[in-house]
């Protein structure tokens, strides 16, 4: 808990979101701040956070919502997916560079921003393309030559950093899975309406992705672990004006995690057989199935689009390399956070159905 006379006012940007909500839970459980969630839409009500509604498009409506709101430290998880990276950097970094600039009166102690590994694989539309840095990917790594909106956001951070004089951290990580409806990319929740979809038109439970996944060793990111890493480097010496790599700690194969999966989902696994078999081709047209299960089991979102994102853990799953992520820099500056994956898919699958998200 902090002391009475320094308070911490956080600004959880992106509080709608897979990471941002997550953020705002662990500084619920942490204690000590007083919390804003900045967002259009409004994040799930808690009488302990209060929302900021503001469009990070929009330089004068962010210096309107925060001017005088006393902030201290900024958790800045927001993105907004564009058609091209020309559009993501032009977009993304504004968004990064308004919002600190809209904060530059007030007493900003610490920046922290997410990223992912797209830093070291380059940009959706040009995955793998050029000079990859050798797996498992450290933080050292040169950047690659392909633009990116990830430089784009680290250089308004970067810049904003030396004129006002806070501390930053940058948090890379790889596909993030968490509870979140209607957000861009959501690989579990993606995964439970999969499974029963196919438990409902009685078809297998088809892993969509290419071999190397399937047979290669990967890992991945709970939003709750990287929360507490974005919040241990915001509170600790060890974590200023680093980047670092975050990903849950154990390492594992898709063909040893799938049939767990659809062992926890009650649906019958099937594993990569020649080719990829995306979701995207898997489950065209299932909108209707969708509706159907949505009145039946009494479901709160009847629209697919809002907790499925085929395309994101196709592109994830459909990768032709091998991703795997070094956690040794965070963990010698002291954040030994740990989740087993398996635990992590499981646990918002429950929570998924627990409030009625999947039947
Ligand atoms: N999800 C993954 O699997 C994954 C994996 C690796 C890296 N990452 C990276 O992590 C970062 C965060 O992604 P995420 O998946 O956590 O995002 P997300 O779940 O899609 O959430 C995005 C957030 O940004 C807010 N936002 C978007 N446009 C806005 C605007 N104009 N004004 C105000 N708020 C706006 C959204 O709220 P409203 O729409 O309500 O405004 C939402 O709260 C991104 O850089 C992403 O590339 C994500």
Known sequence: MTSPEAPRTALVVGASGITGSAIVSQLLEEGGWRILALSRRAPAAHPQVEHVAADLRDADDLARALGGTGVTHVFFTAWSRQDTEAENIRVNGGMVRDLLAALSTEPVQHVALVTGLKHYLGPFEAYAAGEMPDTPFHEDEERLDTPNFYYEQEDELFAAAARAGFTWSVHRSHTVIGHAVGNAMNMASTLAVQAALCKRLDRPFVFPGSETQWNGLTDMTDAGLLAEQMLWAASSPAGADEAFNIVNGDVFRWRWMWPRLAAH????????????????????????????????????????????????????????????????????????????TLDAFTAIFDRLREERIVP
Do not use: C, N
Request: charge should be negative; glycine fraction near 12%.
């Open 265 to 340: 989902l009650g649906v019958e696994p099937e594993g990569f057989d020649t080719e990829p078999r995306p979701l995207e081709q898997q489950m065209a047209g299932v909108e209707g199935t969708w509706v159907e299960l949505v009145a039946e089991h009494g479901l709160v979102e009847a629209d697919l689009s809002r907790v499925a994102s085929w395309w994101h853990t196709d592109g994830d799953l459909g990768r032709d390399i091998e991703v795997v992520t070094d956690m040794s820099k965070s963990r010698l500056a002291g954040f030994t956070g740990y989740r087993r």
